[in-house]
Nanobody, 125 residues
Framework: QLQLVESGGGLVQPGGSLRLSCAVS????????IGWFRQAPGKEREGVSC????????KYSDSAKGRFTISRDNAKNTVYLQMNSLKPEDTAVYYC??????????????????WGRGTQVTVSS
């Protein structure tokens, strides 16, 4: 069974850093594109970053560019999201997602069938 589990969230002060992990099981990570999304209270889910199967192609939202870095370790079946210079507006539940049919990077949530349960990120002083 295909599963994704996020971890690494928590409470951090503005300007701080967190590294989120998305551990996958039930499939070989090499064959899948992975997306990171977030959803703040009262807001729609939005794409933050995504990476294709090869790792050669990545995509970042405007708010994530220059601050977040997505990477993947296929040997560990894990995708990471390094988040630096965090701001209060980054506060949200962060989800990773995938779909066996997806062969490119996408910020469209409807392109993803499988989702993790999310990890809470709170940026506050």
């Amino acid at each position: 069974q295909l599963q994704l589990v996020e971890s690494g969230g928590g409470l951090v002060q503005p300007g701080g850093s967190l590294r989120l992990s998305c551990a996958v099981s039930g499939f070989t990570l090499d064959d899948y594109s992975i997306g990171w999304f977030r959803q703040a209270p009262g807001k729609e889910r939005e794409g933050v970053s995504c990476i294709d199967m090869s790792g050669d192609n990545t995509k970042y939202s405007d708010s994530a560019k220059g601050r977040f870095t997505i990477s993947r370790d296929n040997a560990k079946n894990t995708v990471y999201l390094q988040m630096n210079s965090l701001k209060p507006e980054d506060t949200a539940v962060y989800y990773c997602a995938t779909d066996p049919r997806l062969r490119y990077v996408s910020f469209n949530p409807t392109d993803y069938e499988y989702w993790g349960r999310g990890t809470q990120v709170t940026v506050s002083s």
